[in-house]
């Protein structure tokens, strides 16, 4: 009996939760069926609504809502506006020179310097083959000890009355002139040593013992001295600028491997164009103090026009139309705030600022960024909310 009674009351509860699930199964899918058609209305109703505005936008143009544009302004303001030329330079020296021999060239027994060292006036740099020198030397001394011997006789024999005064002058005479060639040959032997005539670097040494030495760097091997306490930038400025810099310009010059930047003026600038590069050389002298070495790159920036009190504004913002050049201002009209075209006449271009020589005035609103795609009177606004 409890056993039956309770089938019973299972398959009872069984079928209440059927229904129970279904009833909720239906409700969903009716739920969803009733979405997708009110989202049918509403792209119905949208598309009709779309249609309708630009039925009512062609009868009547007033009637479309504008929506302001979001913009960036900055205020125009009076500023001084310099423009460069910027140019790739070197470092190079005033005082720069090859060591020669004295007397003749000669083949290389030592050589005393190496590239790179510091260098005084009056130091020994080379030695020259001296043996011929010395072999002369040796000759004429020879020669010398023969005259004198020669000279004493005559000398002896006059104090006896024996001989003539002619042949003591002339045995005199030839010990004087023997005197004399050995102080050539002496000089000439001494030109086998090879001196510094000035203070530098070393910065070049190419000749080696054992090759023949004329100091001539087309000829052979040589020793090229630099003087690092005078020198200059050297640039090449491109022909068309031949009428904007002169001797006295300004020039700020950058030594990027040593972070250095200084300002300097054109001491020297060149009358010849050269055919090549179509370009004019310029020198400017570093101060002292500024640890440069020849060679070293530099970057160069000449001053070739200035201006005070002028308006610049960025580059980007100008913009071409059939009139010519024009930039958007913002302009407060009835406390609404619109674009408006200015045309303007624009001067020098450096970096990303143009001079403005016209069109624009002290306080004016550029438009610097939002600026594409905007017309004359269109509403605009500076704040994103």
Not at 183 to 188: I, R
Request: with cysteine; proline share 3%.
């Amino acid at each position: 009996m409890h056993k039956t009674l309770k089938i019973f009351t299972w398959v009872v509860a069984f079928g209440l939760a059927s229904c129970g699930a279904k009833k909720t199964t239906d409700t969903v899918t009716e739920k969803k069926s009733k979405l997708e058609t009110l989202k049918k209305q509403q792209q119905q109703l949208n598309g009709e609504i779309t249609a309708l505005e630009k039925e009512i936008y062609k009868l009547d143009p007033s009637a479309r809502p504008e929506k302001p544009k979001l913009v960036a302004v900055s205020k125009i303001i009076l500023q001084n506006f310099n423009h460069y030329i910027d140019l790739q330079a070197k470092v190079d020296a005033n005082n720069i020179s090859y060591v020669t021999p004295r007397g003749q060239p000669g083949l290389v027994k030592a050589v005393y310097v190496n590239a790179g060292d510091y260098v005084k006036k009056g130091q020994l740099l080379l030695k020259l083959d001296d043996a011929v020198a010395k072999r002369q030397i040796e000759q004429l001394q020879t020669q010398l000890s023969y005259a004198q011997d020669i000279y004493n006789r005559r000398n002896n024999l006059w104090k006896e009355n024996i001989g003539t005064e002619v042949e003591l002058l002339s045995a005199k005479n030839n010990v004087d002139q023997i005197e004399k060639q050995i102080d050539l040959a002496k000089e000439q032997w001494a030109f086998t040593n090879v001196y510094s005539e000035k203070t530098g670097i070393a910065e070049e040494v190419t000749i080696h013992a054992g090759e023949n030495f004329s100091g001539n760097p087309q000829a052979g091997g040589y020793i090229k001295l630099v003087n690092n306490a005078d020198l200059k930038v050297t640039a090449e400025v491109p022909e068309n600028y031949l009428g904007r810099v002169k001797t006295g310009s300004t020039v700020e010059v950058t030594l990027p491997d040593i972070d250095k930047t200084f300002n300097t003026t054109v001491s020297v600038s060149g009358r010849v164009i050269n055919p090549n590069s179509r370009s004019f050389y310029i020198d400017a002298r570093i101060p002292a103090g500024v640890n440069a070495r020849p060679n070293q790159l530099a970057e160069v920036k000449i001053l070739d026009y200035s201006a005070t009190n002028v308006i610049t504004i960025p580059v980007n913002t100008l913009q071409t139309d059939e009139k010519g050049k024009f930039v958007l201002v913002a302009v407060n009209e009835n406390g609404k705030l619109y674009a408006r075209k200015k045309q303007v006449v624009i001067g020098e271009l450096y970096s990303d600022q143009i001079e403005i020589k016209s069109g624009l005035a002290e306080g004016d609103i550029l438009i610097t960024n939002g600026y594409e795609n905007l017309y004359d009177g269109q509403l605009i606004t500076t704040s994103a909310s």
